[in-house]
């Protein structure tokens, strides 16, 4: 099983980012552990601050891999293009979010992107990850 982790702009900061709401671990670190705990799943990494880099990604492993890991980021709340990408593949996308954007400021409330995503995980820090490998594994053993 292929499963393509894609993290959008800022995240490259995480462990100095706002810790508060982020956390104290890089993504690295955290990826490092995800990959222990699958050792049965190829579990790739990707992150730019690049909106059409990101949809260039999606593009690439939504036809082959099983499942995407999204977290757009800010561009969740602005990115149609996103949304139209989603659609376009076939492999089934999850929206991942590391705060409950829903406690958050009034603008982070709308996602343009889960309408098109089979399902959306906020709120539990870097586990928010594992949470969706654990989703798409289950989908795909139903599918």
């Not at 800010?74 to 293009?81: E, L, R």
């Not at 343009?112 to 990850?129: E, K, Q």
Request: net charge negative; aromatic share 10%.
């Amino acid at each position: 099983m292929k499963i393509q982790i894609i993290n959008g702009p800022n995240l490259n900061l995480l462990g100095k980012r706002e810790p508060g709401i982020y956390g104290n671990s890089s993504f690295e670190d955290y990826l490092q552990q995800l990959r222990q705990q699958y050792p049965n799943v190829q579990i790739d990494y990707y992150q730019s601050n690049v909106e059409g880099e990101l949809i260039n990604k999606i593009q690439e492993v939504g036809f082959d891999y099983q499942g995407v890991i999204l977290n757009a980021g800010a561009y969740t709340h602005t990115s149609v293009a996103l949304q139209d990408c989603i659609r376009a593949v076939k492999t089934p996308v999850i929206e991942v979010h590391i705060s409950n954007v829903h406690k958050r400021e009034e603008f982070r409330h709308h996602s343009f992107i889960s309408c098109a995503c089979l399902g959306v995980i906020c709120g539990f820090g870097m586990d928010s990850y594992r949470l969706a490998l654990e989703a798409l594994l289950q989908h795909t053993t139903q599918a």
